[in-house]
């Protein structure tokens, strides 16, 4: 592993990086990154539907066990998240690498090409194929996104700080990690906790909330309702919780 200080300078750097690919391997690399958050969503639902009520809490575990390996391919095989890219790029920007308006430029365009992602998964594996669109996948489905529309918006957005302030330590982790199996083991277990606790994704939910809208479960309201103070509280957790924390811990001034 590198040390803390080391892990800071590069991710940093690592959202320089990010900033400077241009449009079309931005748009493709987020559209993987959104489609590969989708489709872990889609095996943590398929576990959790087909779990016995007497085993909830091990279906739940298992089910967050599986749903880090879509961070894992998008941080070691390529994709653009924009929930990671909430760390890494403005720690790019704090540490005055680069102006707000890359910050804000770059996140705009990954979150679209996430929300792209996630839209192809809903409707051609999840509605399409059936791997959501029916029986007890359907049921859990629409118990999912009825509980993120549930919540208030000042739940939303403290649930999106929790969550992201474990996504942006995988992430953290995986910039620390110096071979494949330290990186894996990085990101594995802080995106399993988020998952477990119930925190959310605005990327995630971008699936579930347009996967329900497919199925005729919800409306377009709803999801601006859950998606917006998500999306906010992903910002709060990834910038202020992480790469504003350990820039104060082991960059400014050290």
């Known amino acids: ?24 391997a931005k748009i493709i690399l987020g559209f993987i990154g959104g489609a590969m958050i989708s489709l872990s969503y889609v095996a943590y639902m398929k576990i959790v539907a087909q779990t016995p009520e007497t085993l909830v809490f091990l279906g739940n575990l298992l089910g967050a066990s599986v749903f880090p390996i879509g961070l894992i ?10 929930t990671g890219n909430m ?48 029986g007890d996948f359907l049921h859990e489905l629409t118990s999912v996104a ?9 739940q939303a957005f403290i649930s999106g700080i ?12 995986s910039y620390a990690g110096k071979d494949g199996t330290s990186k894996i083991l990085g990101i594995w277990f802080p995106i399993m906790i988020f998952v477990l606790l119930g925190f959310q994704h605005s990327v995630a939910n971008m699936f579930v909330l347009s996967n329900a809208i497919i199925e005729g479960h919800i409306g377009i309201g709803a999801f601006f309702y859950n998606i917006i103070p ?3 509280g992903n910002v709060v957790g990834g910038v202020c919780f992480v790469s504003l924390a350990y820039y104060l811990s082991y960059q400014k001034g050290h």
């Open 230 to 232: 998500v999306y906010l």
């Open 1 to 24: 592993m590198y040390s803390p200080q080391e892990t800071a300078d590069i991710c940093a750097t690592k959202g320089l990086e990010k900033t400077q690919k241009n449009l079309l």
């Open 87 to 134: 760390v890494a790029v403005s720690s790019a920007w704090i540490n005055k690498k680069i102006k707000a308006v890359d910050v804000l430029n770059n996140w705009a365009i990954i979150t679209f090409a996430n929300f792209l992602g996630a839209i192809f998964v809903a409707y051609f594996f999840g509605h399409i194929v059936g791997l959501t669109s029916s």
């Open 146 to 154: 009825d509980a993120k529309v549930a919540a208030t918006p000042l």
């Open 73 to 82: 391919v998008i941080l070691l095989a390529g994709g653009e998240l924009v």
């Open 162 to 173: 929790g969550c992201n302030w474990f996504v942006g330590l995988g992430v953290w982790l």
